[in-house]
């Protein structure tokens, strides 16, 4: 079967740094993709790894590691408005994505 | 960047009756795009991938008959919702690939059932 886990809610503090992890289990991988969704809104796309490694956009940063199947998000200087949820979605072929249940990130002052 | 303009932004009817949602891509051509239903608080759930100018694929378990997908033309997809009930209450979301491993998506519908 398909399925991907990530934790449903991680809390931190305005400034610090937050780490949102996500594992998988696909039949077919291209790559994984990192997604936010503030409430009540559209997913809005934030990364994208094929290969293994760091991608740095920003304060944002995602790491894949293909032999593990597994992958983070890194998010740095948090701010308010990051409060948000965040998705991990394995492209499986033809921008079709197979999606996690989402990590709730909740950010206190 | 990549637009993909969703209408409506909400809808409300009458159980039985029939609601359309439009998805088109305002800058590319998307010869695929994807319907997803995601239910407060849920992850987004893939219903069908829309195909332009072929029928649509649907995941398991998606009523093709209730949920009638059209992709006439590069740049729209509808999603029909048909003899709509309360269960189907739902945010519908739509997207398309407007680049290798991007997508974009419309800003969903968010549809009430009475």
């Known amino acids: 079967g398909q399925s991907l886990e990530q934790p449903s809610e991680v809390t931190a503090v305005e400034g610090a740094i937050v780490q949102i992890n996500c594992t998988y289990q696909?039949?077919?991988?291209?790559?994984l993709s990192w997604y936010q969704q503030h409430d009540g809104g559209a997913p809005t796309f934030l990364s994208y790894?094929?290969l293994d490694g760091l991608e740095e956009t920003g304060r944002f940063s995602s790491f894949l590691s293909r032999s593990d199947s597994y992958g983070y998000l890194l998010l740095q200087e948090l701010q308010m408005k990051d409060s948000a949820s965040y998705f991990c979605a394995v492209r499986r072929s033809n921008y079709q994505l197979i999606w996690g249940a989402g990590t709730k990130l909740i950010i206190k002052p | 960047g990549a637009v993909v303009s969703q209408h409506p932004s909400w809808v409300i009817c009458k159980s039985g009756t029939s609601v359309k949602i439009e998805c088109r891509s305002l800058?590319?051509?998307?010869?695929?795009m994807f319907w997803y239903r995601q239910f407060p608080k849920q992850s987004l759930m893939l219903m069908a991938t829309s195909n332009e100018g072929s029928k649509a694929t649907y995941e398991q378990g998606v009523e093709k008959d209730k949920f009638l997908i059209n992709h006439a033309s590069l740049t729209l997809s509808t999603l029909t919702v048909t003899s709509a009930h309360p269960e189907d209450s739902s945010f519908y979301i739509c997207?398309?690939?407007?680049?290798?491993?991007?997508?974009?998506f419309g800003a969903g519908s968010r549809l009430t059932v009475l």
């Open positions: 800058d590319f051509q998307a010869t695929t």
């Open positions: 790894n094929a």
């Open positions: 696909t039949s077919g991988f291209y790559g």
């Open positions: 997207s398309g690939g407007a680049g290798a491993n991007v997508l974009t």
